[in-house]
């Protein structure tokens, strides 16, 4: 069983809602295409927060955490990704403490499509320890997709497919768990290489498994759309060889199997 976990930011600190609301609802259906039917999905949202209809797989747990005031990303990034993950790794282990999930898990951020083979991949692999995403895709909407392929996981938070009981971090001790609430459920950056150091190696996806979604206007990390992230990478002749080949059309296949 896949369990997916969404937290959603709490309404009152967005600006477009009505944009976030889509872009969940895409996210909803793509989730909702899994060709095996060994998932279910949660999504954490405040109270009060307008959710899109979702199918009965999904469960909605509603939690009561503060509308957190985000600092200046340029002026203050330290502040800024502590609260961002002091926030989502709120909201995530509430999802999980509710699912008590069994199988594995994956995080899934709020705009982001996932693969309609993940879950048919864990139904085959119930043993693995997980699987961390390499490749991915970005997209902006429109026509076009972006290759990203390499290190993935450290650009998009919907990137880990993981154990349950390895991210069980109600049996952690309480002086550790707060700090790893925040490191491995409110950031997606460190978790492949503390499992690494653990020992406890995740496998690498075989196939794209996320395309995150970026340029838009709420998003926290800031990413500029396709043609911004393509322009400010322009002067690096090695990323500029790879630009002609990594920008492809969204075609009728990749968009099937994440769009649902």
């Not at 999930?101 to 139904?123: I, N, Q």
């Not at 049996?171 to 978790?191: I, M």
């Amino acid at each position: 069983m896949l369990t997916f976990v969404i937290p959603v930011r709490h309404h009152e600190t967005v600006r477009d809602w009505a944009a976030i609301h889509a872009n969940l609802a895409a996210t909803i259906r793509s989730i909702a295409a899994q060709s095996n039917t060994a998932w279910r999905a949660v999504i954490v949202a405040n109270a009060g927060t307008p959710l899109p209809d979702a199918p009965p797989a999904f469960t909605i747990v509603r939690v009561d955490l503060p509308a957190r005031a985000l600092p200046d990303r340029r002026t203050h990034p330290a502040d800024f990704y502590q609260t961002v993950r002091r926030d989502k790794g709120a909201r995530i282990m509430a999802g999980l403490t509710h699912a008590q999930p069994a199988g594995h898990v994956m995080l899934v951020d709020y705009d982001d499509l996932v693969s309609a083979r993940l879950a048919a991949l864990v139904a085959a692999n119930p043993a693995s320890k997980g699987w961390y995403f390499e490749d991915g895709y970005l997209y902006s909407g429109g026509a076009e997709v972006y290759l990203f392929d390499e290190a993935f996981h450290k650009f998009c938070g919907t990137c880990h497919i993981v154990r349950a009981d390895l991210l069980d971090l109600q049996r952690v001790p309480e002086a550790q768990r707060d700090a790893l609430v925040s490191r491995w459920l409110g950031s997606h950056y460190f978790l492949k290489d503390d499992f690494d150091r653990l020992g406890i190696p995740l496998e690498r996806l075989p196939f794209r498994g996320a395309i995150y979604r970026i340029g838009h206007g709420d998003t926290t990390s800031g990413s500029p759309d396709l043609a911004g992230f393509v322009s400010e990478r322009a002067t690096d002749t090695a990323f500029t060889a790879a630009r002609a080949r990594n920008i492809r059309p969204l075609t009728p296949e990749v968009a099937g199997e994440f769009f649902g």
